[in-house]
Nanobody, 118 residues
Framework: DLVESGGGLVQAGDSLRLSCAAS????????VAWLRQSPGNGQETVAA????????YYKETVKGRFAISRDGDESTVYLQMNNVKPEDTALYLC?????????????WGLGTRVTVSS
């Protein structure tokens, strides 16, 4: 019930916005996280936003470049990715939990692939 979109092939330095739509539900009451999976790094939590919106987590290597946000209708979450780097290449998934978005997760989508060329 979480559907990611917005991935693609981009060049280093480009910007990209990923979306996570809640199908058949809303994000009301949930923290949301963006995770990424890659062969070299396994699964990482890239960004997380708690339900109240007052706690945001970013992986150190994306701070200042990525931004997580949630739509006012509570049905879509975004990951704005600026100045992307080849090391950002991964399958990006969104996930939800009842805490701070750092897991364990109750649900997650199939992901959208981001490939950054140098």
């Amino acid at each position: 019930d979480l559907v990611e979109s917005g991935g693609g092939l981009v060049q280093a330095g480009d910007s990209l916005r990923l979306s996570c739509a809640a199908s058949g539900r809303t994000f009301s009451g949930y923290a949301v996280a963006w995770l990424r999976q890659s062969p070299g790094n396994g699964q990482e939590t890239v960004a997380a936003l708690n339900w109240a919106g007052d706690r945001i987590y970013y992986k150190e290597t994306v701070k200042g470049r990525f931004a997580i946000s949630r739509d006012g209708d509570e049905s879509t979450v975004y990951l704005q990715m600026n100045n992307v780097k080849p090391e950002d290449t991964a399958l990006y998934l969104c996930a939800i939990d009842r805490s701070y978005g750092l897991g364990p997760y109750e649900s997650w989508g199939l992901g959208t692939r981001v490939t950054v060329s140098s």
